[in-house]
């Protein structure tokens, strides 16, 4: 068995190419992936969209109608800050689909990826910053629905909002967000667990401060399984971003978190969250650094016991 890693080619619909989103960051993830020999072309799980029922779990039906029949009002699609088509609804459906595949395949195989997800700025009934969806909360959901514990390590440059007040309430799932303090959204939701980082904070600095949170939260939570958001607008070049990561860093920082989770014996599903530079294909390069990590991972945990067997 593979790595799972999941992806399809809904993920970068035709999008306007000058958009500060970099749409096309998702295919040419992918292609890399295969360039490089991370992932073999024959090895990607495709996704089902997203079944309504799941997303009516986080989101409000009337809104959902709205996004998808294209009659939002104007300040909902501004806030959405992307445009609409019939690709982008599709997209939106997919990316979910995934982040719940991910969380299946991860629970029998301990480790998975979603190449997209991360729309963690959705809202019961509201697009926010790029996100449509929150597959994060929609999954988590889920999950507790068949009475599964549910930790979410989101370690976007900024703050799971939407994931943070959609689960606030939520028995058995526990939202831990670390960010850059000042950045997007300017007003904070509460998360269970809340890290805000000061401008400038570098691969050290955030080490020492994710690490022995991960440890004691898959000590004392228990969670059954781990959702990871490993945006990369932590690097020190990304435009939307004020942290100081190097692309080491974020290698690092995947495999610190991935291998917590592993050594705990909690199943991981792994999600890209955001990611600005000047063209997709920098943030590509730097997406890369998840399945990368997973890889190296899965070939010392999982390998193994797969010759052996
Ligand atoms: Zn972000």
Redesign the pocket.
């Known amino acids: 068995m593979p790595l799972p890693v999941i992806y399809h080619e809904d993920y970068s619909p035709d999008f306007p190419e000058n958009h500060r989103f970099p749409m096309a960051k998702f295919r040419l993830l992918q292609l890399l992936l295969v360039q490089e020999k991370t992932v073999a072309a024959e090895a990607f799980i495709a996704p089902d969209l997203a079944p309504m029922a799941a997303l009516l779990r986080a989101h409000d039906a009337g809104y959902v109608t709205r996004f998808m029949s294209n009659s939002m009002h104007a300040d909902e699609s501004r806030r959405m800050g992307l445009p609409w088509s019939q690709g982008l609804v599709q997209r939106s459906l997919r990316e979910v689909g995934g982040t719940l595949l991910a969380a299946r395949l991860a629970l029998s195989h301990g480790l998975a990826v979603n190449l997209a997800g991360g729309t963690h700025h959705a809202h019961r009934d509201r697009a926010s ?1 790029f996100c449509i969806f929150n597959d994060l909360a929609i999954t988590a959901l889920a999950l507790q629905a068949q009475g599964r514990r549910v930790l979410i390590i989101d370690c ?3 703050q799971g909002d939407g994931s943070a007040r959609l689960l606030a309430d939520v028995p058995g799932v526990f939202t831990f967000s670390m960010h850059a303090a000042k950045n ?1 959204p300017a007003r904070k939701a509460a998360s269970h667990w809340d890290l805000p980082l000061p401008n400038g904070t570098d691969d050290a600095a955030y080490l020492a401060q994710l690490v022995p949170v991960v440890t004691l939260l898959l000590r004392h939570w228990q969670p059954d399984v781990v959702l990871y958001d490993a ?1 990369v ?1 932590v690097h020190g070049d990304d435009a ?2 004020y942290l100081s990561l190097t692309d080491a860093g974020l290698y690092a920082r995947d495999y610190a978190v991935l291998s917590a989770c592993l050594n705990a014996a909690v199943p991981v599903a792994a999600v890209l ?3 600005y530079a000047e063209t997709p294909q920098q943030v590509a390069e730097r997406h890369a650094m998840l399945p990368r990590a997973a890889q190296a991972l899965w070939q010392a945990f999982m390998a193994p016991d797969e010759k052996a067997g």
């Open positions: 910053g976007d440059v900024h997007f945006g607008d939307l971003g969250g955001g990611g």
